[in-house]
């Protein structure tokens, strides 16, 4: 088969195309990072990340659900108004 | 053409380079007949025309955030290894971290997480984080190496964090959770302090804080744990997570925030034997001495929060306003804050152990004569103190004066004043020299005196005296 007889080749482009993806940054400057600072600072960029979208998406189901309930508060107030006005007449 | 090269300088020839600037390769300052340049070598000039030309030093510059330079090439001859010569502005006085108080260390952290936002939206990192970046301008923290920028590799961590923590963050918590005088740490470990020392040092309660947490005692445990690693870390580090990091770095900057305490000296005009009066007369009579010097900068010793700094600072003078007070200095920063002052700058200075050379040869960073002299001296409710607290003979404290100051606005206050009985009440009196001849006598070896006052309602004297040319 065609596939087995490239296979080798395949492996090899597909390894390198990985590579590619998760190819490794060498972090070099005329500091020293410190690899320990490296990988601190990463989890607590996740970490930051992910409280930043948590918030992000608590806000955006707490807008919403305040929007139904000031809605309701105010068809109920609305009601509420008519059968004020009704009794008056 | 040649006749034209050769009318130029050569940057070798009777320049002096900066002992402070040969770390970074990406180029060093020196000074040539009295004026301050800034050498950039061809390894920094891609990023330099990047932070050129998209804008971001326009930006930084014109905010206030980064110190001015103009590029002055034509002037030298230079070398293949020259890229650019720069002509940075100068600042008046170099103060290092370890002489600044809280908010002023604090101050200096967030104009730095400032500075490092706006380089990621111009699409360049910096690439140290060092609080020796930072000088104080106008009252206000500056950046002042141009040269700290670097081109942004997408998905690359902050190489400065280390640095950043290390600057910044551990001489913070520190001072919050712990002592206020323990910013003098930065002054024996010139790469900020150690992570671990700080995690060690720090109460349990910080565990608490998710940002000590993270960034020092968890950040310290790492360090240890990766120092034997032998392979180069490899990480991908995308962009929104580095903004996310910035960020927060930001707000555990913004929220240390010290308790209020009382001071040493925070309360002295209160307990001294000074009527309202003559506080105000001693005051007319500095502005008085002051008005005859007409004196480009003042260094007030011992200035508490900066009361008599004041006089000098409200009528244009630069001053420096020295106390070995933490708080006093604190106090001090944030009034100049409120008023706006641009004149003043306070500072952290124990003048019985003043901040030496240190780093490199001790030459890194200068020692407080060094960095002089200046033109006048106010050394107000001051002689006392290291006389009798650290038992200071008058030739002492006249000689070292001497090479500090062209001129000297001094006051002597006699063993019958109560703060002097204060002094000497727990202790023997073995100050048998201390008294107004003695002090006139030794003085006069090293000045001359100009004038002589009695501030009227007290028996201390003011004198106002110029150096004398050995």
């Known amino acids: ?89 | 053409m040649n006749t034209n090269n050769n009318n130029k300088n050569s940057i070798e020839c009777d320049s002096v380079k900066i002992a402070a600037s040969f770390r970074d390769p990406s180029g060093y300052l020196f000074i040539k007949k009295g004026i301050l340049y800034r050498n950039i070598t061809q390894s920094y000039r891609k990023h330099y025309n990047y932070a050129k030309e998209s804008g971001l030093y326009k930006s930084l510059i014109d905010d206030e955030l980064l110190i001015s330079h103009s590029e002055i090439n034509d002037d030298f001859k230079t070398s293949s290894e020259t890229y650019k010569i720069l002509r940075p502005e100068r600042i008046s006085f170099i103060s290092y971290p370890y002489e600044w108080c809280f908010s002023e260390l604090k101050d200096a952290a967030l104009l730095t997480l400032e500075i490092q936002k706006r380089a990621i939206e111009a699409n360049m990192i910096l690439k140290d984080a060092s609080a020796f970046n930072i000088q104080f301008k106008n009252g206000k923290p500056i950046f002042i190496d141009t040269l700290s920028f670097e081109k942004y590799k997408e998905d690359s961590p902050w190489i400065g964090y280390r640095q950043f923590c290390q600057h910044f963050l551990a001489p913070l918590t520190l001072m919050k959770y712990k002592d206020l005088r323990l910013n003098q740490f930065l002054r024996i470990f010139i790469d900020g302090i150690p992570l671990d020392l700080t995690s060690s040092l720090l109460p349990l309660i910080t565990m608490i804080s998710p940002s000590t947490l993270f960034h020092i005692h968890l950040h310290a445990k790492s360090q240890k744990r990766f120092s034997t690693r032998k392979k180069s870390v490899s990480l991908k580090m995308p962009r929104r997570n580095l903004i996310a990091l910035i960020d927060n770095l930001k707000s555990a900057v913004n929220n240390l925030r010290l308790k209020k305490q009382d001071t040493e000296w925070q309360n002295y005009y209160d307990n001294t034997n000074y009527s309202s009066d003559s506080f105000l007369k001693k005051k007319k009579i500095i502005s008085e001495f002051l008005n005859i010097i007409k004196p480009k900068n003042v260094w007030d010793l011992g200035a508490n929060t900066g009361v008599f700094s004041r006089i000098a600072s409200d009528i244009g003078i630069e001053t420096i306003s020295f106390d070995i007070d933490p708080l006093a200095v604190e106090n001090n920063y944030l009034e100049i804050k409120k008023r706006n002052d641009k004149n003043i700058l306070p500072l952290i200075l124990d003048l019985t152990n003043p901040s030496p050379g240190i780093g490199w040869g001790n030459e890194e960073r200068m020692s407080l004569e060094k960095r002089g002299p200046t033109d006048t001296v106010l050394a107000l409710a001051l002689v006392h103190h290291l006389a009798i607290s650290n038992n200071l003979p008058f030739k002492k404290i006249a000689e070292y004066f001497s090479k500090l100051c062209k001129n000297l606005i001094i006051e002597f206050i006699p063993k019958t004043d109560s703060q002097v009985k204060h002094l000497l009440m727990t202790r023997k009196d073995i100050f048998t020299h201390y008294y107004e001849k003695k002090f006139e006598e030794e003085f006069k070896k090293y000045f001359s005196i100009k004038l002589k006052k009695d501030i009227i309602g007290s028996e201390r004297k003011l004198y106002l005296m110029c150096k004398k040319e050995l």
């Open chain 1, 1 to 89: 088969m065609k596939f087995f007889k490239y296979q080798k080749d395949f492996i090899l482009v597909l390894f390198l195309s990985l590579l590619m993806l998760i190819e490794p940054l060498i972090v070099k400057a005329y500091i020293d990072a410190g690899t320990g600072s490296i990988i601190i600072q990463a989890v607590i960029a996740f970490i930051a990340v992910i409280i930043f979208y948590f918030k992000f998406f608590w806000r955006k189901i707490r807008d919403f659900f305040r929007y139904f309930l000031n809605k309701y508060k105010k068809d109920k107030d609305n009601v509420e108004t008519d059968l004020i006005d009704e009794h008056k007449q």
